[in-house]
């Protein structure tokens, strides 16, 4: 029932800008990208939202294609303490075919020195 | 303020036995979720609750059963733990089901054994 596709892992460097890319062929209408962050032994943690364009907070930038089949997390200049498991977030349709919030299985990012 | 709070925090079961993770939020949100990490893995949704009043499966709920006790609280039971159990069970809530503008908190997570 994946909704959204993402790279297993990456690697990178203190100081790298990373960019992780969501596939999510199948979004309806209505869904919003959500991308959250989880530590080891912790809760995923919300980092940004969007819907189309571009958005940018203070910790990440968010693209988003014209036909909202991809995504791209983009973290600038990252640091040790990046490293953590994301996930994009997508709307999905589960067995009762209600639709609900189901996450994927996440991007491992590991930051080295 | 505490957001999503569960209990207990690390349990070890024996196979067989059944137990009940209480999980309260105190957010006002309406919408409550179950879901399992089993290690290196992703978040798998075990059940939901739409809003008070309601439930629905999610991706993998053989083996368990949920309670909306009133607004603020979602019970998950296992009513005959299994090994295949063995998990860490998260619990969250939003505003609502939608995902537009809609942030999913997340409680500590639950430590489940079963032997």
């Known amino acids: 029932l994946a909704k959204t596709t993402q790279p297993i892992s990456m690697d990178s460097y203190e100081g790298q800008e990373v960019n992780i890319t969501c596939s999510h062929n199948n979004i309806a209408t209505n869904d919003y990208i959500t991308w959250y962050q989880q530590f080891p032994s912790q809760g995923p943690r919300f980092i940004i939202q969007?819907?189309?364009t571009k958005v940018t907070n203070e910790v990440a930038s968010l693209f988003i294609p014209a036909d909202r089949k991809s995504s791209t997390l983009s973290l600038p200049r990252v640091s040790l303490s990046d490293t953590a498991v994301y996930y994009c977030l997508v709307g999905d349709r589960v067995d009762t075919g209600r639709r609900a919030l189901t996450f994927g299985s996440g991007t491992r990012l590991q930051v080295q020195p | 303020n505490a957001g999503v709070t569960q209990t207990p925090k690390f349990q070890v079961l024996k196979t067989g036995q059944s137990m009940t993770l209480q999980c309260a939020q105190d957010?006002?949100?309406?919408?409550m979720y179950w879901y399992r990490q089993d290690p290196g893995m992703g978040l798998r949704l075990i059940y939901y609750s739409a809003s008070e009043g309601t439930t629905d499966k999610g991706e993998v709920p053989n083996g368990y059963n949920v309670s909306r006790l009133n607004k603020r609280e979602f019970s998950l039971r296992l009513e005959s733990a299994a090994p295949s159990q063995t998990s860490v069970y998260f619990c969250?809530?939003?505003?609502?089901?939608?995902?537009?503008?809609?942030?999913?908190?997340f409680g500590e997570g639950s430590w489940l054994t079963v032997v």
């Open positions: 969007g819907y189309k």
């Open positions: 957010m006002n949100h309406n919408s």
């Open positions: 969250a809530s939003s505003e609502s089901l939608r995902s537009s503008g809609n942030t999913i908190y």
